[in-house]
């Protein structure tokens, strides 16, 4: 699956805010904004987002995040 596909399913589905996502995932707010108009991710950042949203889902998280 595309990572950007991955990651707005994974936005519906917690309630998480895209600027709240990329800086817990990357320390980047404006990730899944430059995503949405383009940008291509390296390989890490592409791992380092699978692993965030796989240790979320491993969680059972399905509520906005909490800081």
Do not use: Q, W
């Amino acid at each position: 699956m595309h990572l950007l596909s991955r990651i707005e399913r994974h936005l519906r589905r917690s309630g998480t805010p895209p600027s709240r996502f990329g800086f817990e995932s990357v320390r980047d707010p404006r990730l899944v904004f430059d995503l949405r108009k383009g940008r291509e991710p390296g390989a890490e950042i592409s791992a380092r987002v699978a692993a965030y949203i796989e240790m979320r889902e491993r969680a059972g998280e399905r509520r906005p995040c909490s800081r």
